[in-house]
């Protein structure tokens, strides 16, 4: 019973995290807000010690920091923090799309195509499914490289500028069209260099981009 009862805990606080993630990373939770953990626990309709091991474990990523009256708070995520994350990703996300290229699966490229294609074909996406089509391809590809240590970089970059742009607003209507239509074909063509170039221009025309509004 009592390995049963850990087992249920550990389930509510890994449900717990995703759902507070989720929300930092769609700037539901701001940066700056105070973690106001009973409250948090209430909503969420779960008890106290998931509540806090969920806001450890975000605690220990960086995502959520204490401020000065030690008070646990949503990360600021700066445009000097974003720049640096960027900069990551243009060191490690080339070379997993050259990594990954050789082997995708097909099925995986026509997934992600359609996404793409629904995207264009809509006069007004939701944002949601912008963000999904960017997780799937981006994080797909650090997956898909056969290096763990290389996705997980990706992954925990990604939160920073994700975030930095979402709380910004940052996003347009349809981000990026021509730069994923090149990082597609290349993938498509099995052309490692090709695909490393591709998602080289396109970070740093985000980056670019985002530069520009200041």
């Known amino acids: 019973m009592a390995e049963q009862d850990t087992g249920t805990e550990t389930s509510l606080a890994d449900e717990t995290y995703r759902a507070l993630l989720e929300e930092i990373l769609s700037a539901q939770l701001a ?21 806090r091991d969920a806001l450890g474990r975000l605690e220990g990523q960086g995502l959520l920091v204490r401020n000065g009256k030690s008070l646990l708070t949503v990360r600021v995520i700066t445009l000097k ?12 996300e080339p070379a997993a799309a050259a990594l990954a290229c050789p082997d995708l699966p097909e099925a995986v490229l026509r997934r992600w195509t359609a996404m793409l294609d629904a995207i264009e074909a809509d006069p007004d996406p939701d944002p949601a499914t912008i963000w999904r089509f960017d997780d799937a391809l981006h994080q797909g590809l650090g997956e898909a490289s056969g290096n ?3 996705a997980e970089t990706i992954v925990q970059m990604r939160r920073y500028t994700t975030i930095f742009e979402r709380q910004r607003r940052l996003e347009q209507r349809k981000p990026g069209l021509e730069d ?3 990082i597609l074909a290349a993938l498509a063509a099995r ?24």
Request: hydrophobic share 45%; glycine share 4%; proline share 5%.
């Open 191 to 214: 052309d490692p260099e090709a695909a490393r170039q591709a998602m080289a221009r396109h970070l740093d025309k985000v980056r670019q981009r985002v530069l520009s509004t200041y």
């Open 180 to 182: 994923h239509r090149e």
């Open 81 to 92: 923090d974003y720049l640096n994350s960027l900069a990551m990703r243009l060191l490690v």
């Open 31 to 51: 940066g700056g807000v105070v973690i106001q953990e009973r409250r948090l626990a209430a909503r969420l309709g779960v008890s106290r010690s998931p509540m």
């Open 148 to 150: 763990p240590f290389m």
